[in-house]
């Protein structure tokens, strides 16, 4: 059981947009920034947000992020088949005084 | 080009040690904290530990603190992972990751190794 909350899978058409979200507590999420990652299989996860909304370089715009109390989300837009792929949020929680995962949203391009 | 070349797969029994590692390059090593993430199909990614080269301080996951030793050589740029006594549950892909930001409330990796797959059968 992951401390932080995600659904298992999310699917949508290429092109439509999808949510994931990443539900915490007042300890992680509620108090430090979230980042997410993108994961292949066979490959190690890809920073895509950091700092709960920021792009590294490189990661295209249709990918943006949003937090809100406890809770974040993630949002792909104009989906292409090239984004089916495992996604994962994290951060740290200061009450467990450790590093927390999200346990992976699978995302089918349809 | 920042790079972060870990060693090969592990095969390993109950109770062997073992010591893997994280070769860096392409930034100012001393600089940014380097962590280790597990990944098990069971469990997803899970933190373990990270350390600081520029004083070597180190932090560790309750979870796996006394079981691991995160350690590093500044000569070479190198992070190091260490066992002393495995067990069939630390079979997984461990890979290395610089942690990004200037720490605070800032929590996230970007750059990763490709992992290093232990296993751990008798």
């Known amino acids: 059981q992951s401390i932080l909350t995600q659904p298992p899978s999310v699917s949508a058409a290429p092109g439509q947009k999808v949510t994931i979200s990443c539900s915490g507590t007042r300890s992680n999420i509620g108090s430090y920034y979230v980042s997410w990652y993108q994961q292949f299989p066979g490959k190690p996860p890809r920073l895509v947000i950091f700092?709960?909304?920021y792009r590294p370089s490189g990661i295209p715009d249709r990918f943006s992020a949003s937090k809100s109390g406890t809770s974040a989300t993630l949002d792909i837009s104009g989906l292409q088949t090239g984004d089916e792929a495992d996604y994962f949020c994290g951060t740290w929680d200061n009450g467990l005084r450790d590093g927390v995962f999200g346990g992976g949203t699978k995302l089918t391009v349809l | 080009e920042v790079q972060l070349v870990q060693s090969g797969a592990e095969v390993k029994k109950p109770g062997d040690s073992l010591k893997i590692s994280c070769k860096t390059s392409?930034?100012?090593?001393?600089?940014?904290?380097i962590g280790w993430v597990r990944q098990t199909p069971g469990k997803g990614l899970e933190w373990m530990g990270n350390i600081y080269p520029g004083d070597f301080d180190t932090m560790y996951s309750p979870s796996f603190q006394g079981r691991i030793s995160v350690s590093v050589d500044k000569s070479t740029a190198t992070v190091f992972l260490q066992w002393g006594s495995l067990r069939p549950s630390d079979t997984g892909v461990y890979y290395c990751?610089?942690?990004?930001?200037?720490?605070?409330?800032?929590?996230?990796?970007?750059?990763w190794g490709r992992g290093t797959p232990v296993y751990v059968s008798s």
């Open positions: 700092d709960n909304y």
């Open positions: 990751a610089r942690r990004s930001g200037s720490g605070g409330k800032s929590w996230s990796f970007d750059n």
């Open positions: 392409g930034y100012y090593f001393n600089k940014n904290w």
